[in-house]
């Protein structure tokens, strides 16, 4: 555990897996202040760190899977690196509000690169 707080990763992979890059550090993708600052999950984690962890387990046009992806921080920061994403939750709400976030981040991508996404 860190400071009490544990958050698993899964890594899948079809067929025989091969790490690109041993994760020998734990990284916390820490969330953003009070709940004016997460408007859109109570657990909701800031993009950045979050893409920093795709980049190092992940290669563009891999697919990334989120089976809790609560507010769509996995799914945003996958899409601005370059990944497909399959996410779900079991609150239909928290799913809209990913799907709202990626098609923000979609209709930004079209104006221009995005440097984060909220």
Avoid at 9 to 26: E, Y
Avoid at 32 to 46: N, S
Avoid at 83 to 98: H, K, N, P, S
Wanted: proline share 6%; glycine share 12%; net charge negative.
């Amino acid at each position: 555990m860190i400071n009490g707080r544990h958050r698993s990763a899964l890594f899948f992979s079809a067929g025989l897996f091969q790490p690109r890059i041993w994760v020998h550090d734990a990284y916390f993708a820490e969330g953003r202040g009070g709940p004016e600052e997460r408007p859109d999950h109570k657990w909701q984690q800031a993009v950045e760190p979050v893409r920093h962890w795709i980049r190092q387990v992940s290669e563009p046009g891999e697919v990334v899977f989120d089976p809790t992806c609560g507010s769509g921080t996995t799914g945003v920061a996958a899409l601005i690196e370059g990944r497909r994403f399959l996410g779900g939750d079991l609150d239909l709400a928290y799913v809209e509000t990913t799907r709202r976030r990626l098609e923000e981040l979609a209709t930004v991508a079209e104006d221009g690169e995005p440097d984060d996404a909220s």
